[in-house]
């Protein structure tokens, strides 16, 4: 059995200053830090320690590839024997030396664009790095209708071979025309999947048996979106608690989600490539 495991340690804080996002310019203390970074050490030495198989995806409040022990993690993990894949979301602001103390077989980002937070140029030359190292990873941006001169120019600049994603702005109901909707479909193929809330209760989903995700003192819930506690990876029975489950929320709307439910058969688009979102169209 192979568990895809989403973390997401206390830290919220972020180095960039997106206006939609709560995590704008927010910063840890040190101690915070201290506190995070701890939780993080218990995590990867309990992923190390146990005799399941994992895939991994750090999914922060904010921005954790800038640190240090984010980044230590992730080379950890990336070569335990057990971990088939290690992940993270980044805005890819950061350095990216750290990925030379990577397993890079096992190794995979999804990196999000932010158009008025960086250059497309700068952002471009972090991709070539990340080619250059042989990682593989995902692009993606937010559809804001302001940025979409941006986003034809980034798929315009981008290697061919790298996905793009679209997650579509859904906070304004009717927000896109059909030529906006075409257009962004003209970007990622998989936009539609993205713009609509599925509905999912009481529809079976992998979430809470062969996929969870667990906070910072190991505590487990099925996905981000349903809060209640099924469990805690640090109790000895924890892997009983996984099981066939029925969605509990109306509708899941993030890919982090909707990938998992059953009747969407998205793991026929990934295939193996689920965690880091990366259609089998765009695998080499
Ligand atoms: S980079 Fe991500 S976490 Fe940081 S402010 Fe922008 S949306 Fe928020
Ligand atoms: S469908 Fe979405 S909200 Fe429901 S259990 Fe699955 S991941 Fe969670």
């Known amino acids: 059995m192979t568990y895809k495991v989403l973390y997401r340690g206390p830290l919220s804080s972020c180095n960039y200053a997106c206006d939609y996002c709560p995590f704008a310019k927010t910063k840890n203390t040190r101690?915070?830090?201290?506190?995070?970074?701890?939780?993080?050490?218990?995590?990867?030495?309990?992923?190390?320690?146990?005799?399941?198989?994992?895939?991994?995806?750090?999914?922060?409040?904010?921005?954790?590839?800038?640190?240090?022990h984010y980044q230590d993690a992730f080379g950890v993990l990336s070569r335990?024997?057990?971990?088939?894949?290690?992940?993270?979301?980044?805005?890819?602001?950061?350095?990216?030396?750290?990925?030379?103390?990577?397993?890079?077989?096992?190794?995979?980002?999804?990196?999000?664009?932010?158009?008025?937070?960086?250059?497309?140029?700068?952002?471009?030359?972090?991709?070539?790095?990340?080619?250059?190292?042989?990682?593989?990873?995902?692009?993606?941006?937010?559809?804001?209708?302001?940025d979409f001169d941006a986003i034809s120019r980034l798929r315009n600049a981008l290697s061919k071979d790298v996905y793009l994603w679209v997650n579509a702005y859904k906070r304004e109901e009717g927000y896109y025309s059909?030529?906006?909707?075409?257009?962004?479909?003209?970007?990622?193929?998989?936009?539609?999947?993205?713009?609509?809330?599925?509905?999912?209760?009481?529809?079976?989903?992998?979430?809470?048996?062969?996929?969870?995700?667990?906070?910072?003192?190991?505590r487990v819930q099925s996905c981000h979106f349903i809060k209640s506690e099924i469990g805690n990876i640090y109790d000895k029975n924890f892997f009983s608690q996984l099981k066939e489950r029925k969605c509990s929320n109306n509708t899941c709307g993030c890919h982090i989600g909707y990938v998992h439910l059953d009747r969407l058969n998205l793991y026929e688009v990934y295939g193996e490539r689920v965690m880091e979102r990366i259609p089998l169209a765009f695998q080499k």
């Open 31 to 68: 101690k915070e830090l201290q506190d995070d970074a701890k939780k993080l050490s218990r995590f990867t030495n309990w992923v190390g320690q146990q005799d399941y198989d994992f895939e991994v995806l750090f999914t922060p409040w904010g921005e954790a590839m800038i640190r240090r």
């Open 80 to 146: 335990l024997g057990n971990v088939k894949k290690v992940c993270a979301q980044t805005n890819l602001s950061g350095n990216l030396d750290w990925l030379d103390d990577v397993e890079v077989k096992s190794t995979a980002l999804w990196c999000t664009f932010h158009p008025s937070q960086v250059s497309q140029g700068k952002f471009l030359r972090q991709c070539d790095v990340l080619l250059s190292k042989g990682v593989s990873f995902s692009v993606g941006t937010v559809g804001l209708k302001a």
């Open 178 to 218: 059909d030529a906006d909707l075409n257009f962004l479909e003209s970007i990622d193929p998989n936009f539609p999947i993205n713009n609509q809330r599925h509905q999912s209760l009481g529809q079976s989903c992998r979430a809470g048996k062969s996929s969870f995700s667990v906070d910072g003192n190991g």
